[in-house]
């Protein structure tokens, strides 16, 4: 089994920021890909963000400049540094994590319950 646990939503102003974070543990042999999604009320889900096991990033066009991923791989933690948010940030935010299962490697995708991040004054 894989767990996945986030935290770090909540309540900002616009301008403000957050800092989302979410590890994952359980039959883990190695972590590929790990990410971001939101979904608003009324939306589609959306992806936000993107890591590789090497670092590389990718970002949706209306974070970019204002959100960073970034991964500690000891820690097989995923974060999401959140800045400069806007009112149309708000959305519950889920982990995703693609990885290898130690119990059998077999490669699977894994999501987190979300947590909700709201921008309002």
């Known amino acids: 089994q894989v767990q996945l646990v986030e935290s770090g939503g909540g309540l900002v102003q616009p301008g403000g920021s957050l800092n989302l974070s979410c590890a994952a543990s359980g039959s883990i042999y190695t972590i590929y890909d790990m990410g971001w999604y939101r979904k608003a009320p009324g939306k589609q889900r959306e992806l936000v963000a993107t890591i590789t096991s090497i670092g590389n990033t990718n970002y949706r066009d209306s974070v970019k400049g204002r959100f960073t991923i970034s991964r500690d791989n000891a820690k097989n933690t995923v974060f999401l540094q959140m800045n400069s948010l806007k009112p149309e940030d708000t959305a519950v935010y889920s982990c995703?994590?693609?990885?290898?299962?130690?119990?059998?490697?077999?490669?699977?995708?894994?999501w987190g319950k979300g947590t909700l991040v709201t921008v309002s004054s």
């Open positions: 995703y994590v693609e990885l290898m299962r130690y119990s059998d490697f077999e490669v699977a995708d894994y």
